[in-house]
């Protein structure tokens, strides 16, 4: 590869919302940044609120912004002065029209921040925000994109979930920010993905070539998430990873399922995380009447929450499509059985050590949470199964191997004629 040789590279990450507590971006930087580092590279991540909570000796570089989105504090209303600034009175427009411009005004923050350090960095490497600021960055230093999968999913998926038209409007408007996404993906020499999977639906949906992309799946975190052995799984029990009222995650077919199995035996259903309130799921829980059935932990602590895989009988992943799937890779690394949906890449992740069902299809989900209810032997078999492959299969340290190979054809790109 001539002047690509092994030495070490100054690496840049960008991550506009990068919530290392809640969905599978800020798990993928907080840890593909250490082991990166781990492997010998220096790494900067550029972030957007709220913290990634890196882990030591991966620098961090927060941008300012208006975080429309907190939590604590949502849409809130700017002051006089942050509006002065057209960044940020374009975030707020668009917000207040019912957009979500921060992958576009991440971009822009990102470009002016680097502007005057690009010799800083070998590589670029953008985390699915691909806004227009990308193609300003890439004029300058190597840059490339992780997607992990096609948004256009989501907003299929969001658009059927709902039947009055100002609702379709709606969600037509949020995911606005596609049309840009796509085009911005199209300028990019390299593309990193997460699956098999993800790679042909982004192909078809960004019309994007396939020779683009890198496959570099996801590792799993098997210090986080391992196996307690002296705590016994409670009989009848399942734990499910997402309490979103997202259509996509597929906890409604779920909760029917919980329905079904509750006519005829025991089940108790653990919800890691907390509903919307007044939300679809919780309206959905109380139609159905299983509210005793089924408990939400809240937000709890990493040990907390091995702790509830340690307990339970059976995890569940009802998602309708994933790009990859890391709670189904989280939960076999905790040794617990796993039923999982086909739904986009999960048949990857799991293989043979986990049942599947098809997504959307509760009496299917009922059948085999009974079936592995019934069958402890079955059970802990695919318990075994899980453990062996995510450990052979999917860690970190090869994530980062694979990434740095993309990062190497990349650069190549960028300096050839």
């Given at each position: 590869?001539?002047?690509?040789?092994?030495?070490?590279?100054?690496?840049?990450?960008?991550?506009?919302?990068?919530?290392?507590?809640?969905?599978?971006?800020?798990?993928?930087?907080?840890?593909?940044?250490?082991?990166?580092?781990?492997?010998?590279?220096?790494?900067?991540?550029?972030?957007?609120?709220?913290?990634?909570?890196?882990?030591?000796?991966?620098?961090?570089?927060?941008?300012?912004?208006?975080?429309?989105?907190?939590?604590?504090?949502?849409?809130?209303?700017?002051?006089?002065?942050?509006?002065?600034?057209?960044?940020?009175?374009?975030?707020?427009?668009?917000?207040?029209?019912?957009?979500?411009?921060?992958?576009?005004?991440?971009?822009?923050?990102?470009?002016?921040?680097?502007?005057?350090?690009?010799?800083?960095?070998?590589?670029?490497?953008?985390?699915?925000?691909?806004?227009?600021?990308?193609?300003?960055?890439?004029?300058?230093?190597?840059?490339?994109?992780?997607?992990?999968?096609?948004?256009?999913?989501?907003?299929?998926?969001?658009?059927?979930?709902?039947?009055?038209?100002?609702?379709?409007?709606?969600?037509?408007?949020?995911?606005?920010?596609?049309?840009?996404?796509?085009?911005?993906?199209?300028?990019?020499?390299k593309i990193i993905t997460v699956s098999e999977f993800s790679k042909q639906d982004i192909s078809k949906d960004f019309k994007i070539?396939?020779?683009?992309?890198?496959?570099?799946?996801?590792?799993?975190?098997?210090?986080?998430?391992?196996?307690?052995?002296?705590?016994?799984?409670?009989?009848?029990?399942?734990?499910?990873?997402?309490?979103?009222?997202?259509?996509?995650?597929?906890?409604?077919?779920?909760?029917?399922?919980?329905?079904?199995?509750?006519?005829?035996?025991?089940?108790?259903?653990?919800?890691?995380?907390?509903?919307?309130?007044?939300?679809?799921?919780?309206?959905?829980?109380?139609q159905l009447g299983i509210g005793n059935l089924v408990h939400f932990t809240g937000r709890i602590s990493d040990e907390a929450f091995?702790?509830?895989?340690?307990?339970?009988?059976?995890?569940?992943?009802?998602?309708?499509?994933?790009?990859?799937?890391?709670?189904?890779?989280?939960?076999?690394?905790?040794?617990?059985?796993?039923?999982?949906?086909?739904?986009?890449?999960?048949?990857?992740?799991?293989?043979?050590?986990?049942?599947?069902?098809?997504?959307?299809?509760?009496?299917?989900?009922?059948?085999?949470?009974?079936?592995?209810?019934?069958?402890?032997?079955?059970?802990?078999?695919?318990?075994?199964?899980?453990?062996?492959?995510?450990?052979?299969?999917?860690?970190?340290?090869?994530?980062?191997?694979?990434?740095?190979?993309?990062?190497?054809?990349?650069?190549?790109?960028?300096?050839?004629?």
């Open positions: 590869m001539g002047e690509c040789e092994n030495t070490p590279l100054k690496i840049c990450m960008l991550s506009y919302r990068s919530n290392p507590h809640c969905g599978g971006q800020g798990v993928y930087v907080r840890n593909l940044t250490k082991a990166l580092r781990d492997i010998g590279h220096q790494v900067e991540v550029i972030a957007g609120p709220p913290d990634p909570l890196l882990h030591d000796g991966v620098k961090l570089s927060m941008l300012n912004c208006l975080d429309l989105y907190n939590a604590e504090n949502p849409f809130r209303t700017p002051t006089v002065k942050e509006l002065s600034n057209p960044i940020n009175f374009m975030e707020w427009i668009s917000v207040s029209t019912m957009g979500f411009p921060e992958p576009f005004t991440f971009g822009l923050r990102a470009y002016q921040f680097l502007r005057n350090k690009f010799r800083d960095y070998d590589i670029v490497h953008d985390n699915q925000c691909l806004s227009y600021g990308l193609l300003a960055i890439q004029k300058f230093v190597p840059t490339l994109a992780t997607i992990h999968h096609p948004i256009t999913v989501d907003r299929q998926l969001a658009v059927r979930s709902v039947r009055s038209l100002a609702k379709k409007m709606k969600y037509m408007r949020w995911y606005s920010f596609i049309g840009m996404q796509k085009r911005v993906s199209r300028r990019l020499s070539p396939v020779n683009k992309f890198h496959v570099v799946p996801n590792g799993i975190d098997t210090q986080t998430f391992y196996p307690i052995p002296e705590i016994k799984r409670k009989p009848n029990t399942l734990i499910v990873t997402n309490s979103a009222d997202t259509a996509l995650k597929g906890l409604y077919y779920l909760l029917q399922a919980v329905h079904d199995v509750s006519g005829f035996r025991k089940i108790r259903l653990t919800v890691i995380g907390t509903p919307k309130k007044n939300g679809g799921i919780v309206k959905l829980i109380r091995v702790q509830q895989y340690a307990m339970s009988a059976v995890a569940v992943v009802p998602s309708l499509y994933e790009g990859f799937g890391l709670p189904v890779g989280e939960a076999m690394a905790c040794g617990i059985p796993v039923i999982s949906t086909t739904g986009g890449a999960l048949p990857e992740v799991a293989g043979d050590a986990a049942v599947l069902v098809p997504p959307g299809d509760p009496k299917a989900l009922s059948k085999a949470i009974i079936d592995l209810f019934d069958n402890p032997q079955k059970a802990e078999k695919l318990g075994q199964a899980g453990y062996k492959r995510v450990h052979e299969q999917f860690t970190w340290k090869n994530a980062a191997l694979k990434t740095i190979d993309a990062y190497k054809e990349a650069i190549c790109d960028h300096r050839r004629p």
